[in-house]
């Protein structure tokens, strides 16, 4: 049973679609991350939702938008898509900032623009 | 701005050394430290997660410390075994009720068989 689970795992779309992955987590946290690690493996922080409520945006262009419709659930739609968006995107969880139990990471999934 | 220097970049040791991976972070305000593994083309997965209280956290063949004063962390891996190939990213949190991980670019480690 998948404590965070991704879908989709891969995704190959062309430039300028839309397209969304979406997150859910089965750990009763309260926290939800996106996370991007870019062709150098180097892993950022993008968004953190608490209770549904958005308390870090990490400097992300505006095409990127997460929806959080409850606190198992954290959706990352992205408009227009661009070559630079090619990555990988991690969701992650953790009770409130991590202090007793740490984070728990979702397997990724594997953004490709054409 | 938390900022993690992980040292080695790359290892490749013989099967069966034990070896010492560091980890370095600029503001030691933290509460916890995490280190994970990152097998390639996969997610992490969490090996030890380490309280500013604890100087030690152990589990099986892998030891971590946290020196928060000198902004340190060390993971050690006793009786390396091919398996343990992996890249190994250190995770303080930005700060005390930041609601994010900082990570270093990690120690990709390679054990020869």
């Known amino acids: 049973d998948t404590a965070v689970s991704q879908t989709p795992k891969y995704l190959v779309t062309q430039m300028g679609n839309d397209k969304s992955i979406k997150c859910e987590q089965n750990l009763g946290h309260d926290t939800m991350y996106w996370y991007k690690q870019d062709s150098k493996k180097f892993l950022k922080i993008m968004f953190s939702y608490n209770n549904k409520e958005l308390i870090i945006n990490e400097t992300v262009p505006n095409r990127f938008s997460p929806k959080s419709p409850d606190k198992a659930h954290l959706n990352l739609h992205i408009n227009s898509l661009e070559l630079g968006d090619s990555a990988v995107y991690f969701c992650?969880?953790?009770?409130?900032?991590?202090?007793?139990?740490?984070?728990?990471f979702g397997s990724g999934t594997r953004l490709t623009v054409v | 701005k938390q900022e993690v220097t992980q040292i080695p970049a790359a290892l490749s040791v013989p099967e069966g050394e034990n070896l010492v991976l560091n980890c370095s972070f600029t503001?030691?305000?933290?509460?916890?430290l995490q280190w994970f593994r990152q097998d390639p083309g996969k997610g992490l997965t969490s090996l030890l997660l380490?309280?500013?209280?604890?100087r030690e956290q152990t589990s099986g063949r892998l030891n971590a410390s946290l020196d928060k004063s000198s902004g340190r962390s060390t993971l050690y891996i006793a009786a390396s075994q091919p398996g343990d190939s992996a890249t190994y990213l250190c995770a303080p949190p930005g700060g005390a009720g930041s609601y994010q991980l900082t990570f270093g670019k990690g120690t990709k480690l390679s054990v020869i068989p």
């Open positions: 503001d030691s305000a933290i509460y916890n």
């Open positions: 380490i309280q500013s209280s604890q």
């Open positions: 992650a969880s953790s009770q409130g900032d991590g202090t007793n139990y740490g984070y728990t």
